[in-house]
């Protein structure tokens, strides 16, 4: 008989910190963020630019993702196929991520001083990849729900609502001229922060003033970040016929990183549906077989935010699904347990050593603090208070959130199977719609 080795205990993770910052400013106002990192040898930089979606036009939503999508198409000195071949020859990488809050331009190497062309072509180009990109969404059910959820759950008149892309009908209105004028208006070194992260060769100031110290734009425009807001209650079932299976969001508007109760809801979420074995997870993928899989995510933004339960269901037990789901997430009954909330911060503290172990996982949390409004230190003082959650504050910092009796509903699906079980189960305010919007 073959004799094993006794199975080795598992050991507390080890003290850990986020690494700190050192601070600086570039002539022109820029604010630097410099994270040293011996054994990091690809710098990682975040240019982050204070350029909400707000700052749009109504009528030419989407332009600002066309004016991100082409400053890779080349710049007033290197064509497209020239830039190309210089970011190749550096071993360079490039990228932009946009989101309400702002912009960031990412570079796996020191930051250049780019001057990108904008050209007519490149527009009018991205404009179309964008038009498709929309179609092949609203051709997606998971997609199609998180969007009309989106569109239920921030009021409509606030830029949360709608897609972070644009609309088919607003981005159809923009033109080379629009993006030049938004890159024109809004792209410059006031507000802006560099984010530097890795393991140096020469002074990292030094190299950011070379490169970007004497970028000017005295007719840039800074505009305020627009505040989300909630929307009223719907219950929304999206029409797909013939679908075999709905895709559901059940959830509400929700709080931000700032709110004293995000270190409770962050536990009490993972512990609801984040995890695999989570109460929701639990219940109707392993015991019930009703989904492959199921969810509770809370989205901060920079004010508010949202959550939702989300999942796809067989079309045959969703109204069975739906119920099951409203029991579960009730708390008042069945509230969090000691061995529930040690998970979820044993998970939320090993996790972190991995997530940033890199100049870029460094790099790029510091530049979501600062489009967040956070803290250099907000890492470590989140971990912190999420070892202090008690059972307790867990539970009651969900409860003052999550509502199960007064959430959104949003289900795509065959709605002649699925309209009337749904009413006749509670949710006798169902609007049916062939389209999202």
Known sequence: MREFLPRPSIAPAGVWAFPSPRRGRLSNGIELMIFDLPGQHVIAAHLVLDVPLNAERRDIEGVATMCARTLDEGTRRHNGEEFAELLETEGAGFGVDLSLAGLQIVLDVPASHLEPSLADRDVNRHVQLRLAEIEQAQANSAQTASMAFRAAVFDETTRAARMSGGEPDTVRQVTPDAVTAFHHDHFGPSGATLVLAGDFAEDPIAVAERCLGSWQNEDQRQVSIQEATPGRRHTLLVDRPGAVQADVRFGSFGIDRLDPRWAGISVASYAMGGAFL?????????????????????????????????????????????????????????PFTSQEVNDAVAFFTGVSPLRYATADGVADQAATQVLAGLPDDYVDRSLALLRS?????????????????????????????????????????????????
């Open 389 to 437: 959650v008690t059972p307790e504050a867990a539970t009651e910092a969900y409860g003052s959130v999550v509502h199960p009796d007064d959430l959104t509903l949003v289900v795509v699906g065959d709605a002649e199977r699925l309209a009337d079980p749904l009413r006749a189960s509670g949710f006798e305010d169902l609007e049916v719609r062939t389209v999202v919007g």
């Open 278 to 334: 989570s109460r929701l997870n639990s219940v109707l993928r392993e015991e019930k077989g009703y989904t492959y899989g199921v969810r509770m995510n809370f989205g901060p933004l920079r004010t508010g935010g949202s959550f939702a339960v989300q999942g796809s269901f067989r079309t045959e037990v969703l109204v069975d699904a739906l119920a099951a789901t409203r029991d579960l997430i009730k708390v008042d009954a069945v």
